[in-house]
Structures are given as C-alpha cells and as structure tokens.
C-alpha cells in the first residue's frame, strides 16, 4: 500500500515536470516571445533590447534548467509585467481561487450525484429523461455565455446577487454556479451508467436473492462499487477547475489565478504564465494521487493484489 | 460468458439465418427510430446550409459599416426596423448577417481542430492498444501529461504568442484535445486484439498493418464517429471561448465569441446583443452532440451479439 | 403434507425491441421437501427464467403469469415485493448462480457478505453469525475458514468463491435451493466436487432442491426427477432414471443422442490414410512469462509449457487434454505461429516453423477457436472472412478466390445463399463452421482446434464434432484437437496427450489411455466425467 502511494507519488511529480517541460518549449519555441513582448510594431532594436534583458538570448536547455533550478528552491522568477517575484504574485491570488473551486465542486457534487442516482435507479422515467436533458444542455451551453446570462438574470433583472467582485460568499455564488455547472454532465453521466451497471451486476443479484431490496441493497452493495469510479473522475474536474476558472473569474472579476492568467497572457508575462501552468498541473496531478489513494483505500481489489 | 443468462436465444434459429438483418440495414432501422439523432442531425443540416449560402441568405454585408444605423434593437423591441431584423451592433452592422456569417468559422474551426485531433488521438490509441508493453506505458504517460495540462490557459498563452489566425486556433484547439479519442481507441483496440479473428488473421500471415487496417480499423470507425461529433461541439465552445477572452479569432472578423465580447460592454441595456450569438452556439453544439448521443446508442451493442 | 413447491401453467414473456419473447409456456413442476428436481436444456429454453421468476429476479420487462405458483402453501403472487423479500427470499429459498468469479462483491469480505442477511434479519447476533459463517465454510470444505472470513473474493479460486456462494446461502437454512448452471463455469474436476457438496447437503438438511443444467447426464446423476425443457416448454418429465434411459420425447432422445460418451461406441473411424509423417512436430518446448504488477512492481516468471514434446501424425486426430491454466491453449499458439516458445524447437513437416514465412504457415496449419462470437469479423461478410487467407497469400484472382470460398462452404454444410452474410446473421454453430470453412480454404496440412465446440449448445456441438469427422474421412485432415472433455477424446481422437501445470503428463493411444490410466491426474479427470448409458450398468457400477 505504502509503496504503491511512493509510486504513484514519484509518477505525479514526473507527470508535473513534464508539463512544465512541455509548456516551456512550447512558449518558447512556438513562437519569438522577445517579440511577443515588444509587441508586433516594435523595432528590431527594441526586441533585441528585450531579448538581452530578460536573458533570452541564451539558449533554451539553459533557460530551462536555470528555471528548473529555481522552482526546485521555490523561485519562479520575476514577472515581466509586475516586476514582483512571480510566486508572490500567485500567492496573493490563490486563496480566492481555491474558494471558487471547492464551491464549484460542491455546486457539481449537489447537482450531478442525486441526479444521475435518480436517474439510474429509475431508468426511462420522466426523471431519467430530465437528467440527460440536464447533461445534454449543460454540455452544450458555452460556459462564459451561461456567467453573462446568469448576471443578466440574478443581477441585474432580479438583484439578488452582486454583479461582480468577491468581498463576500454572496458574490460566490454564481461563479460557483458557473463554474460547477460545466462539471454536471461528465459527472452525472458517471454516477448513472456506473450506478445502473453495478444494478445489474451479478453480486447485485446475489443480494437481491439474499432478500436485499431498495435502499439497503443500495446502500449494502451497490453505493460503494458505483462511487469507485466517480471519486477518479471528480478528481479530474477539481483538477480542472482550477484552470477553468480563467472565464469565470474575468466575467465575475474575482481577482484570482485566472484572472492573473489572463492579464499575463495579454501583457506577455511569460514567467507568470509558465508558473500558473505548473502549479495548475500540479494541482492536476495531486487531486489524482489523492483520489488514486482513495481508491485504493476502498477497492481490496487495488490495495491487496 | 455474458453476466446473466436469462435464456433469451440473442442469435437466431439454426435454420433461420436469411431473416436477420445486417448490422447496415439494423443501423438504417435504428437511426430513423432515434428521436435525439434526428433532432440533432437536423440542427446540423440546417447550419451546415446556412455556412455552405450565407452569401445568399444573409440579408447584408456582414462588415458593412453604417454610422446612421449603429445599435439598433432587433425587430420585436420598439424601435426595430424590418430591414435589419435582429438589429445592428455598436458599427451599424446588420446581426442577422454577421450571425449567419458566424456559422462559417465554427463549423470550419470545429471541423479542422477536431480532425487535427483525430489523427493525433487515433495514431496513438491504436498504438498504444495493439503493440502494448512501453509503446503504451509512454502514450499513456503522454496521455496523463496532457490531461494535466491546463489546456485553455496553454491555448490562450500559444494564440497570443504565435499570432491569432483561423489555422493557429484551429491547430492549436485540435492539439489540445486529442486525449478522448486515444482513451477509446486504445481500449477498443485492446479490446479486439484479443479476440479470436485477430489471431485468425495472424495464422494466416497477416502482418500488423495488415491486421490495424483490415481488422481492427473497421471496428473502430463507429466509436470514432461518435466522439468525432462530441469534438465537434467541445472545439466550437472551445474557439468561442478563446475569441470571447480576445485570443481567438480577431475582429473584424464575425466569430459569435468575438460577438459576445463586443456585446458585452451593452448587455444590461441591449442584452440580446449576447443573447443571440450564445443561442446560435447552444443550438449549432447541441445538435452536435445530440447526434454523437443518438450515434452511441445507435452503434453501442457492438457487432458482438450480447 | 403441502407440496414444497407447486408451480402450475407458469407463462413468462419479455418484453424486447423486436417484439414480445415468450420465453417459456405452460410450464407446470412440482417439489417435495428433501426432492431434488434437475431442469434442463440448451440456451433459450426458458430454464434459468423458471428460476429466476421463483427469487423475483426477472427483468423488469418480463411478464408472468401462472395458474398457481404456491411455495409451501403459501401463493407467492399474493405476496408484495417487500413481504417476498423479507420472509422468502433468502430464509426459505436461496439461490446460487453460474458465475462465480463475480456473484460475490468484490469490495467487501467474505466474512461481512457471509453474516450480513442473518445480522441484518436479526436472527443472529454478529458474533453467532460469524461462528455459524465459519462451521459452514468449514462444512463446504474451505480450508482455514477463520481466516478465510477477512479475505476478499478476488483472492479466492472459483471453485472457492462457488462454495462460499453455498455456504453463504445455508446461512439462512432456506428449505429450497436453487442451483443454476453451478458449475458450468468450472473445471471438470471441481464441477464433480460441488455437485456432490450439493446432494450432500440437500440430503442433510432434507432440503428441496433444483438444479439447473444443459448437462442432462450430469443432473441425472443427482436429482430424483427430471423436467427437459425445449424453447420454453416443458418437453418431458418424469423421474430422473426413466428421463435417462427410456426417454419418451424425440427431443430428449436428441439431447441424449448428442451427449459425447465414454461408454458409446466412437462414431470414429480409423485414419483415412495415415503415414508416419509428422505434420507438426513440438520438441522441448517452454515458455516462460514474465509478469510485473504495474509499470514497477517485482518482476514475476510463470512457466506456461515446461519441456512439452507432441508429434502429430498425417491422418490423426490427437486430442490434447487437460483444464483451464494447463498451458494448452499457449502450446496452441506456438504451434501456430502466434507466440514463441522461450527455448525449443516446432517443425511442420520437417521444416522449422521459425523460418516459414508466416503467409507460407497458413498452408500448413490454420485454426478454429472455441468463441464463435469472437472468431469471426463482426464488419466483414461471409465471403470476405473466408477467403482472407487467400487474400494475404495473394493467391489467385477474385474469380478462384470465389469458387475457393464456395467451395470451402460447401465442405462445411453452409449454404451458399450465406455468402454476403454477416457474422452477426448467423447462430453459433454457424459461425463455427465459417471458421472452419476459413481454416479450409488455405487447403492446409493440419487443423488446430481450440476447444472448438465447449461454447456451443449440446446438440450443435454434436454437430460440429460429426462434421470435424465428415472432413476429417473426406479430406484426410490431421487434426489437433484441445478440449477438456474426455467423452470428446473417445469419440473422436486417435491419440490422446493429457496436459498438467505446463508439462504432458500421459500420452498414448486413445483406447489405452481411456481405459488404463498410468497417471493419477489423467484418472481424476476420467473419473469427474459423467457417465452414462442406456440402461447399460455403467452408472449403476460408478455409484
């Protein structure tokens, strides 16, 4: 068990620096960021200006490893736009994204659990129609649009929640809303196919003959099988949640990391980009070690080979 | 063996084979019975026209600037005016124009990007599923590397830096999402590699690109099918999303994205400035996905009779 | 004294796409305490729905209807879904099922699925329960039963967890048992194992009985009466002795007629023309897995083949026996190509397999595997799968090709009006002989047969083992044929090699080996196989 955590551990920070590996040369090789920075009118001479100044002149497994150093002593450079440390920066912002991600996940646990149960335990009823109705929509429903059209309705034609800003859970409402929203549909799918299948399973069976029904049959063997795989997959929705939350956070103006990823991105910031994109991936890959863990710690068929 | 024999004889009689249908003609039966694909496949059509004429539906030059007609309400709001019937944006552009014109770029980034991811998730699933050992522990490290990756955010990083152009989103949104593709082909392709008409083949002498192509290729191409039409739907949301943050397609250009961002300085005195452009893409990726839903019920009891 | 079980002119349709499946018609039984009443028949004759409707198992489509379905005198339709499942469904009928790799939850274990029923019943308290766990464990032959009750399914054999699905369902002391297909799923020498555990028990606790099977001898053996059902009717019924041998149903007679025996006669002739050439020649071969868990885990080494040598002669049929893990279906493989032996040497016709080009093997050796459903190319039509192996040899054009294909349809008793068939269009003895047809068309030396008939219904199996023979006088094929069955190994091979833990343990002509076993394990498998004859004293000498 230990060792199976070591591994999955030692895999996941593989997994992150890989990523920073393939953010850094896409950032850099794609394209010149010299220019980038002094924008597409700029002289020559000022992108070379820039190029020497921000030492971008060197060649690219030096900038890499010099930045690699520097994460691993927990310095991610100095962002080109703030002139502050770049871990700075981030620090001051990911409290208010942290927030917005759990509530979302929340909003998507409340919403996509119960009805995708619903759903399964009553398959071709009105409310396992409405459920896909749900997902469909809600897939299809272009996130951004769905946080103006949610202003439009609960702030501005019925005020009850603020427009923008986020001085108070009031003003976390929506976004959360927004946010979690977009996880519904791959979540609520899971819970229903994942549920009617372990209905249908054979050790189901054998509890029924047992004289197992309704809810304890459910909550006996059935609640825990089905859950396995739904534990992975929001998993993977907080882990993107914290990337998501670019949209979200420039409709709503809550100054966290999404907002700061899009300012660094219009203002070629590219420290600042780099560092958001590991610590996202990161986050990514932590949230999967810990569901990983979870599952073993539920699934004998994991945890004792 | 099948979980449960509840004794139903699921192939036919000994004696009875010229009544059952083939899987085309059980495949045609099926999909005229689907209310969800033809709802969706509908949708499609209509759009797909709407692309394919716009020059001849659209009522005006979508970039036609007129300063005597700048923000006029659409036709049912006092003040409309029947020549431009869903009103004008802030440059006296006709929005019925510039929406139909719209259906142009989301249905060519949609296509391109989820082609470009085709290929890419495709190659590697069937890799990954028919040769095994590492070929597949590096595809299926890759594949945990991408899926870490923050896409958007790398998205919009690469758009700014590269230049925004129709090809750079279309190359980009494509890149980015390959990953459910390989995810199902690779089990598919698992999943047939084991069973006996493979070995058949390769009693017979097949070599492997014999049996990719000739056997396993065509049992993948529903599967691909389907999640061909979910892209469709996640690169459409995808570019809108770029253009509505400014990194995607770029004015003048009509992305309804782009609209959306142009309209929502207005939206709480003219709301269907954003209103209208997000319906148009509801629709058009509803539809999308309402076929890719229809086409997995329709093709999901795969070939094997269980 | 009230009939156990009374169960008259019971109807149940199902509700499917296509239309309504009456799935099984005016059936009527009957069972007393202590009676053990066996059902049979082939798949789709409404056997298993029977028992299903009796636990309230059936699927929701289905609809029943009886003119009495009485259990201990009480009507079971009176009965709502809760009062059923609280006061019959486990304490006065327990059920058992085919399969037991995942009959059992595989999250929790098997001491907490044991004891949960009479915990949650409040018949028992949890540590009552636990003890009464442990003596039945101990009672259906687990070893270590204390320690047994914190393992989970997953570390236990199948026959394993099908025992702990007996004992589990004792737990309750029901007064019905139902046993449905117990032990399709398992070796033949653990079926033999269980299906005694079961009489035993019955016995002991003078409960009823039903077990259901395809296998007529097998639940002739150990019922007292016998019902044969045929596409949902009940054909014949009647005791076990005169359902067997004096069978008044054509059908029954058919079924019985199907079943491979060892006491027959072989409908086997002696080889059409055999030469001691050896077509295929395996010598010292092993092979050697390596498995790791996970991308780090220790590295662990399996000894598939250890050391095998087999020759098959030109005209023979050499039956290569032995039960699931043996290592048969491996030696399988690397006699066609498909995987390399670690060290050792195959040769077909003395030319070493190993530098055959591999279009060239198909001319020598082809083979037909056990799943029909998956043996075929669910996108391709008839026409195509047969003549691919021509395909890939480039041999010909698609006129010769064609005829080839007819030509090999024919050979197999398929009509032609098939040809642009597909898979999905044909039912499993079908699809069996259009493997079979693609194994011909290539005209090779040898065929390899993969278990080729254990997936199929008695009676087509049966077929399929007279058209194997048909071909095997027609066309002088030499066959190797791998199966578990030792009635099959009568009534068809020349020779027969018994398989063990990856090594030939006994090898010789099929009549010497048949009748005079040298190895304990070849006479553990002859014994597991059921026996039977007409009225013959055969089952009586067994008993």
């Known amino acids: 068990m230990l060792r199976y955590i070591a591994l999955r551990g030692l895999l996941a920070l593989l997994v992150a620096f890989t990523v920073s590996l393939a953010a850094f040369l896409l950032l850099n090789v794609a394209a010149d960021p010299a220019q980038a920075i002094a924008g597409e009118d700029a002289t020559p001479d000022v992108v070379e200006a820039i190029r020497a100044r921000y030492g971008l002149d060197r060649p690219l497994s030096v900038r890499y490893f010099d930045w690699l150093g520097g994460v691993l002593q927990g310095d991610f450079g100095e962002s080109y736009y703030w002139h502050k440390p770049v871990a700075e920066l981030v620090a001051d912002r990911a409290d208010e994204t942290i927030t917005l991600a759990l509530s979302a996940l929340a909003v998507t646990i409340l919403i996509a659990i119960p009805l995708g149960a619903l759903a399964a335990l009553n398959p071709n009823s009105w409310i396992d129609r409405f459920a896909l109705g749900v997902a469909v929509s809600a897939q299809a429903v272009p996130n951004f649009w769905l946080g103006l059209i949610m202003i439009i309705l609960f702030a501005v034609m019925v005020p009850i929640f603020p427009v923008s800003g986020d001085d108070t859970w009031m003003h976390f409402v929506l976004p959360a809303f927004v946010l979690g929203a977009s996880s519904v549909p791959a979540v609520m799918r899971l819970t229903r196919t994942g549920l009617i299948e372990v209905m249908g399973a054979d050790y189901v069976r054998t509890a029924r003959s047992k004289g197992f029904r309704g809810w304890q049959l459910l909550r006996r063997h059935a609640m825990r099988n089905a859950l396995l795989p739904v534990i992975s997959v929001l998993a993977v929705q907080l882990g993107q949640k914290f990337g998501g939350s670019v949209i979200t956070e420039s409709i709503f103006a809550i100054n966290g990391l999404g907002r700061l990823a899009l300012e660094s991105i219009l203002g070629a910031d590219i420290p600042t980009v780099q560092m958001l994109i590991f610590v996202f991936a990161i986050v990514f890959v932590a949230m999967n070690l810990l569901a990983d863990i979870l599952n073993a710690a539920l699934d004998p068929r994991i945890r004792i080979g | 063996m099948t979980s449960t024999d509840f004794s139903i004889p699921v192939t036919p009689a000994e004696d009875g084979a010229e009544t059952a249908l083939t899987p085309g003609q059980i495949f045609r039966q099926r999909l005229f019975g689907h209310t969800g694909f033809l709802i969706g496949a509908g949708l499609i059509l209509i759009i797909v026209v709407i692309a394919i004429f716009a020059p001849l539906i659209a009522p005006h030059d979508p970039f036609a600037q007129s300063l005597s007609a700048r923000m006029l309400p659409p036709v049912w709001v006092e003040g409309g005016n029947w020549d431009y019937l869903l009103g004008t944006d802030q440059n006296g552009r006709d929005y019925l124009s510039r929406l139909i014109y719209g259906t142009r770029v989301s249905i060519t980034i949609g296509l391109g990007a989820a082609t470009v991811g085709l290929l890419i998730g495709v190659t590697l699933g069937v890799i990954a599923g028919y040769f095994g050992g590492w070929a597949d522990h590096a595809i299926s490290f890759l594949l945990t590397a991408q899926l870490a990756l923050p896409g958007l955010l790398l998205a919009m990083a690469l758009v700014f830096i590269i230049g925004p152009s129709i090809w750079v989103v279309i190359g980009i949104v494509g890149v980015l999402h390959w990953t459910y593709y390989l995810v199902v082909t690779r089990a598919a392709t698992q999943r047939i590699r084991s069973q006996d008409f493979v070995a058949a083949a390769a009693a017979s002498g097949a070599s492997p690109r014999q049996i990719i192509w000739h056997e396993i290729m065509p049992n993948l191409l529903s599967a691909i099918i389907v999640i061909f039409t979910f892209e469709l739907g996640i690169a459409i949301l995808a570019e809108s999303s770029l253009s509505f943050l400014g990194v995607g397609i770029q004015p003048p250009t009509p992305s309804w994205g782009l609209m959306i961002a142009e309209g929502k300085q207005a939206m709480f005195y003219r709301p269907w400035l954003v209103i209208l452009p997000g319906i148009c893409l509801f629709l058009l990726v509803i539809g999308a996905n309402l076929m890719g839903d229809g086409l997995r019920d329709i093709t999901s009891p795969e070939g094997r009779n269980e | ?543």
Not at chain 3, 77 to 94: K, V
Not at chain 3, 289 to 297: A, M, V
Not at chain 3, 356 to 373: G, H, M, N
């Open chain 3, 1 to 543: 004294m009230t009939r156990l079980l009374d169960i008259q002119n019971l109807d149940i349709s199902l509700a499917l796409p296509g239309g309504m499946l009456h799935a099984v018609k005016d059936v009527s039984l009957t069972l007393d305490r202590g009676e053990a009443l066996g059902i049979v028949g082939e798949s789709g004759s409404g056997k298993s729905m029977t028992a299903l409707a009796l636990m309230r198992l059936l699927p929701r489509s289905a609809r029943l209807k009886a003119a009495r379905l009485a259990f201990d005198g009480q009507d079971l339709p009176d009965l709502d879904d809760r009062t059923f499942a609280a006061t019959i469904a486990g304490p006065r009928i327990g059920m058992i099922f085919q399969e037991p790799m995942t009959s059992l939850n595989p999250v929790y274990t098997i001491g907490r699925q044991m004891t949960e029923a009479a915990i949650a019943r409040g018949l028992l308290s949890a540590s009552a329960a636990r003890k009464k766990a442990v003596d039945l464990l101990d009672r259906v032959g687990i070893p270590d039963p204390e320690g047994r009750m914190g393992q989970f399914p997953h570390q236990m054999s199948g026959g394993q967890r099908q025992r702990v699905m007996i004992a589990m369902t004792l737990m309750l002391d029901p007064d019905l048992l139902i046993a449905d297909e117990p032990t399709t799923a398992l070796d033949v020498t653990v079926q033999a194992q269980i299906l005694d555990l079961l009489d035993d028990l019955r016995r002991e606790r003078q409960m009823g009985l039903i077990l259901i099977s395809h296998d007529l001898a097998v639940v002739a053996e150990r019922t007292d009466k016998v019902a044969v059902m045929y596409a949902g009717e009940l054909v014949e019924q009647g005791p076990a002795k005169q359902v067997m041998f004096a069978p008044q149903h054509d059908y029954t007679r058919m079924l019985l007629d199907s079943i491979p025996r060892l006491d027959g006669e072989p409908a086997h002739v002696a080889p059409v023309r055999k030469t001691d050439d050896e077509v295929i020649a395996a010598r010292d071969i092993t092979r050697l897995f390596t498995s790791r868990k996970g991308l780090f885990g220790p590295r662990r080494e399996i000894r598939a083949l250890d050391g095998v040598s087999l020759s098959v002669k030109r005209g023979e049929t050499l039956a290569l026996i032995g039960e699931s893990g043996s290592g048969k279906s491996t030696l399988a493989r690397i006699l066609l190509g498909l995987d390399q032996p670690s060290s050792g040497e195959v040769s077909m016709l003395g030319r070493p397999l190993a530098e055959l080009p591999a279009t060239e093997r198909a001319r020598f050796v082809q083979p037909v595997f056990q799943d029909p459903y998956t043996s075929l190319n669910p996108r391709r039509r008839l026409s195509e799968i047969i003549a691919r192996p021509l395909v890939l040899r480039r041999e010909g054009d698609s006129g010769s090709r064609l005829a080839a294909v007819k030509e090999a349809m024919e050979h197999v008793r398929l009509p032609a009006r098939l040809l642009h068939a597909y898979p999905s269009q044909l039912s499993g003895g079908q699809r069996q002989r259009v493997a079979i047809a693609r194994a011909l068309v290539t005209r090779p030396e040898a065929l390899i047969c993969d278990e080729p008939t254990s997936a199929l219904d008695v009676s087509v199996q049966a077929q399929i083992l007279k058209l194997l023979e048909d071909l095997r006088r027609e066309m002088g094929l030499t066959t190797l044929l791998i199966t578990h069955d030792m009635a099959v190994v009568h009534e068809t091979a020349d020779r027969v090699a018994v398989m063990y833990q990856g090594r030939i343990v006994e090898e010789g002509t099929a009549a010497d080996v048949l009748s005079n076993p040298t190895n304990d394990y070849t006479a553990r498998l002859l014994a597991a196989a059921p026996r039977f004859g007409d009225g013959a004293p055969v089952t009586e000498d067994a008993r």
